[in-house]
């Protein structure tokens, strides 16, 4: 795709699609990790289990987590952005 497009592939092109799932997989562990909190920090009047339906749970996690998650989310971007305006002598 990036030959067709004008880009050379680089071997630091290869890495950032690992870099990219790093920066994904570390925002699901905030989540899971929010989201075993909310089952057990809050309860409900449902008759789930445990206390809580899976729809609330997910709110409660995003509402805890989501400012966070956002605020890495850009300071990615911006430093993505920033590194791709510099020339790396190969």
Not at 36 to 52: E, M, N
Request: proline share 2%.
């Amino acid at each position: 795709m990036g030959g067709w497009l004008g880009y050379p592939i680089t071997q630091l092109s290869l890495m950032s699609v690992f870099i990219l799932l790093g920066v994904g997989v570390d925002d699901m562990f905030i989540i899971v990790g929010a989201w075993r909190r909310a089952s057990t920090d809050h309860t409900s009047s449902t008759d789930h289990a445990d206390g809580l339906d899976d729809a609330e749970r997910l709110a409660i996690a995003l509402r805890e987590v989501g400012a966070s998650i956002s605020l890495t989310s850009i300071t990615d971007f911006t430093a993505f952005l920033i590194g791709s305006t510099i020339d790396i002598p190969a």
